[in-house]
């Protein structure tokens, strides 16, 4: 079947516009994750969606990052004012249940010039 | 809150072995393993459940030792294929369900 699917893939804006990236999982998973990865660094999570239940926005770095999933299926992590520091890959993975395997998308690379 | 992995980075040639080891320092519910190649997503390994059971993928396997909250991935007569960032993520149950990742080992294979 389809894995998750991220758009777009590339994303090149000017520093103070706002970004929308898209995350579409897996058909029938309940856990939807966004990650950040800098050139050469680690994952750092960002946000979780379980189900209904009100998501895990612990790891959001500033206010100026908001997330929204709709309906318990298609994810939208929204960067407003955005800041070269931003500039990254952001990574979407999405699980059947909480402590389930996660299955990553190909992530939008993100440059803020 | 970062679990630590070790070593950084390791070179083998082809049939070598390695272990790479993640120790954090919170009592830990899960730790996953996932491998990411140059330029893609990570990709799932496996997954290890407080109870020191040890898991196994092809020549690829884990522990986790619950005490010690540290667990270690084997790779045994590694082949080419190997080569990649290995990423441990550790779930602790008083900060919910959400993985943290450590920062990786890079892993190259030589033929």
């Known amino acids: 079947g389809a894995g998750v699917s991220q758009s777009p893939s590339n994303k090149v804006t000017e520093k103070g516009k706002d970004v929308e990236l898209r995350c579409d999982p897996i058909s029938g998973h309940t856990a939807l994750y966004w990650y950040r990865q800098s050139l050469g660094q680690g994952l750092e999570f960002l946000i979780y969606?379980?189900?209904?239940?009100?998501?895990?926005k612990s790891g959001l770095p500033s206010d100026r990052f908001s997330a929204e999933r709709t309906g318990g299926s298609v994810s939208t992590l929204t960067i407003q004012r955005t800041q070269q520091e931003d500039s990254a890959v952001y990574l979407c993975a999405s699980s059947q249940f909480e402590n389930q395997p996660q299955h990553f998308g190909d992530g939008t690379r993100l440059s803020i010039l | 809150q970062q679990p630590v992995q070790s070593p950084q980075a390791v070179i083998l040639r082809e049939g070598e072995d390695a272990v790479i080891n993640c120790s954090s320092s919170?009592?830990?519910?899960?730790v996953h393993w996932y491998r990411q190649k140059h330029g893609e997503a990570p990709v799932f390994l496996m997954i290890l459940l407080k109870g020191g059971e040890q898991k196994g993928h092809e020549k690829i396997s884990a522990s986790f030792n619950e005490k010690k909250q540290q667990s270690s991935l084997y790779l045994t007569a590694s082949q080419l294929s190997y080569s990649g960032t290995y990423f441990c993520g550790t779930e602790i149950l008083v900060y919910g369900n959400k993985l943290v990742f450590g920062a990786g080992t890079i892993l190259r294979v030589k033929s």
């Open positions: 969606f379980q189900g209904n239940s009100a998501p895990d």
């Open positions: 919170k009592a830990l519910y899960s």
